[in-house]
């Protein structure tokens, strides 16, 4: 099945710096890589996602790129800044058979900003 | 609207006692999922339903069932509760078009369970 590597587990920045969070992926028919943002004690929320068709999204200062020849896509955050410190999780879709969405998620990346 | 809403937010066990995880969302969605969230170990998959009257297992289906009572609600059944099942777990739920695309998941505020 499917396994979802993401490196780092944690990471510090000043604000006002890029911060780059890295994933593979192991299961080559996978289609969707969505990002989420969890901040303490809250749920996990959609940031940002790309589709294999596609090789880079941006919105805002978050941009994620896809590279499916080497199986892996990063998450990329610019200008840092305080209320972007929380756990990022990468996740792939292992390729539907059914209507279902079936997401598996790395094991997440806890930033913070230094201020 | 709601969203994704899951009771109780948090529940203390003690081995061997049994409960249920109640999950409703009123979006209007296909799919819904279980997860738990273990500290470093990121959001794992129990189980998930692509569509009313149907139920798949996930990655870590042992020790648990699950029910998709309408469209609207989806519960999570641990039958004989075991120390290793403390965690915090989210219920979510997607669109899912049915065409093989792949839809955001919309998650609940999580139930926080410790079992002595």
């Known amino acids: 099945g499917e396994n979802v590597e993401q490196h780092p587990s944690t990471l510090s920045v000043q604000e006002g710096d890029s911060a780059v969070i890295k994933c593979t992926y192991s299961d080559s028919a996978s289609n969707y890589f969505p990002w989420y943002k969890q901040e303490l004690g809250k749920r996990p929320q959609l940031i940002i996602d790309?589709?294999?068709?596609?090789g880079e999204k941006k919105d805002q200062r978050i941009a994620v790129t896809l590279n499916k020849t080497a199986k892996h896509f990063s998450l990329h955050i610019t200008e840092t800044q305080p209320e972007d410190s929380a756990v990022y999780f990468c996740?792939?879709?292992?390729?539907?058979?059914?209507?279902?969405?079936?997401?598996?998620f790395g094991s997440g990346t806890r930033l913070s900003i230094r201020p | 609207n709601a969203g994704v809403t899951q009771t109780p937010k948090f529940q203390v066990l003690k081995t061997g006692q049994s409960m249920t995880l109640q999950c409703a969302q009123d979006m209007n969605h296909n799919s819904m999922y279980w997860y738990r969230q273990d500290p470093g170990m990121g959001l794992r998959l129990i189980y998930y339903s692509a569509s009313e009257g149907t139920t798949d297992k996930g990655e870590v289906p042992n020790g648990y069932n699950v029910s998709r009572l309408n469209k609207r609600e989806f519960s999570l059944r641990l039958e004989s509760a075991a120390p290793s099942q403390t965690s915090v777990y989210f219920c979510?739920?997607?669109?899912?078009?049915?065409?093989?695309?792949?839809?955001?998941?919309?998650f609940g505020p999580g139930t926080r369970l410790t079992v002595l």
């Open positions: 790309i589709r294999s068709n596609v």
């Open positions: 996740a792939a879709s292992i390729v539907p058979y059914s209507s279902a969405s079936k997401i598996i």
């Open positions: 979510a739920s997607s669109e899912a078009t049915g065409t093989g695309s792949t839809d955001t998941q919309y």
